[in-house]
């Protein structure tokens, strides 16, 4: 296609009732004719669907097949497309919805957190080329053994990077319920600094260090095929937002911090008393791999007798599952025993200067220190430093670090 396309993408949120759902046609309409672009439109589940699925499920079985749960979870964002498509109709608007499937998104054969491997943009084209707008479920794609699959928790936004980076597009704009990516959750600290631009590789960390405002993959998918990505509010009118860029494009420098990020969604392993002997750590993270859990951060230390302790972090929606598995190893090495704890935050800051402003790292400790609050368990990279601390500490230990390194001076 010659024309240049469009992609937005509007969460449950922004497509919460009727009315909301009127306001979001008004906005494709008008971006429509105002870039006179093909426009794909990507929507999440209308406000709290997904929760609600979930819970009607918790409902009926605590143990339910990974197939069906998909199955469920899918049809949340089949209603919104269908009754965003029916407004435009109602408006005057050529448009048309698609479910994943339709719109050839064809994913791993993974239930809960499949990856995009491939999209067959072709149904998509020719609809644009009937001048329609193209409305397409996020969060869901179809696995080679046509099985109807998801993304994991806030896919949609990766379902609008992938089908934007298939399609070309000019650009893929987020719009969501907050006015652009803040130096920390606004509904957490107040007096935020909100950004204009963030570079890629912040955003990833932030994202995937538990600031939901984007889902990590369409981070990491936008950087990798270069695509201009911008978070916008979908209730301020000529909101632009914050512009995701790339590192070379941040005409001011890189900030040391740029913003803290909480994530409560973590639960912590503990396997205590197993030989300090090689080829262990193997023995328990590869069985956990199997399974598709992925691990977090890693302690291992020493007690006594040449026995050690391996403590580590997973998600907690798959804390059931590792507590299972580890359960087996220990009996397997001989541990003494396994313990678990869910009531852990991991606080996060995350800046591209990092690496050339000595006492960032000191700096947080002592801040967290100062208040009495607790390290667990400490992890560093290039562009982050991460603690795990008690979940009650969360609120407090965000916006005293937030403070500290003076964040709401940033824009
Ligand atoms: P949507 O339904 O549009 O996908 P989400 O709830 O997934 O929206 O993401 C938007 C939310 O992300 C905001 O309401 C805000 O509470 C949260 N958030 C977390 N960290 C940040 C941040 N650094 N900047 C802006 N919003 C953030
Ligand atoms: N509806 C899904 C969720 O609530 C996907 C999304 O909103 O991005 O997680
Ligand atoms: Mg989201």
């Known amino acids: 296609m010659n024309q240049k396309i469009l992609v937005q993408k509007f969460g449950g949120t922004s497509v919460g009732s009727p009315d909301r759902i009127r306001a979001v046609a008004d906005i494709c309409i008008e971006t429509k004719e105002k870039e006179n672009c093909g426009l794909v439109v990507i929507v999440s589940a209308m406000g709290d669907t997904t929760d609600d699925l979930i819970s009607l499920m918790d409902q009926i079985t605590d143990d339910p097949f990974d197939r069906e749960v998909d199955m469920l979870l899918s049809t949340g964002e089949q209603i919104s497309v269908a009754l965003l498509t029916m407004a435009l109709h109602k408006k005057g608007q050529k448009a048309i919805s698609f479910t994943g499937w339709q719109a050839g998104i064809k994913t791993e054969s993974i239930h809960s957190k499949a990856r995009i491997k491939d999209i067959d943009t072709s149904r998509i084209l020719e609809a644009l080329k009937e001048n329609k707008i193209v409305i397409i479920t996020g969060f869901q794609g179809i696995s080679e053994e046509k099985e109807i699959t998801t993304l994991g928790r806030g896919g949609s936004d990766t379902s609008a990077v992938a089908i934007a980076a298939a399609l070309k597009a000019e650009r893929c704009d987020i719009y969501t319920d907050v006015d652009a990516v803040h130096t920390a959750d606004p509904r957490i600290v107040k007096n935020t600094g909100k950004l204009k631009y963030i570079t890629y590789n912040e955003m990833l960390e932030l994202a995937a260090r538990g600031a939901k405002v984007l889902h990590p993959r369409s981070v990491e998918t936008a950087k990798s095929f270069n695509l201009p990505l911008r978070v916008r509010s979908s209730w301020e009118k000529n909101n632009v937002g914050t512009l995701i860029i790339k590192d070379t494009q941040m005409l001011e420098g890189k900030h040391g911090v740029t913003g803290v990020a909480i994530d409560l969604e973590q639960a912590r392993l503990s396997i205590i008393g197993v030989a300090d002997t090689p080829g262990i750590s193997y023995k328990i993270f590869s069985k ?11 302690i291992q230390s020493i007690s006594s007798h040449n026995l050690a302790e391996v ?101």
């Open 288 to 298: 956990l791999a199997e399974k598709n859990i992925s691990v977090d951060l890693i």
């Open 311 to 411: 403590d580590f972090t997973v998600k907690k929606s798959d804390l059931k599952k590792a507590k299972q598995i580890l359960e087996e190893t220990a009996k397997e090495l001989n541990a003494k025993s396994i313990t678990s704890d869910d009531s852990i935050a991991k606080i996060s800051i995350v800046g591209a200067g990092m690496i050339d402003e000595a006492g960032i790292a000191a700096k947080m400790f002592e801040t967290l220190g100062k208040n009495n609050i607790n390290i667990q368990m400490i992890s560093t990279g290039e562009i982050h430093i991460s603690c795990i601390i008690n979940e009650s500490d969360a609120e407090k230990a965000i916006n005293l670090i937030h403070d500290a390194f003076e964040l709401h001076k940033l824009k």
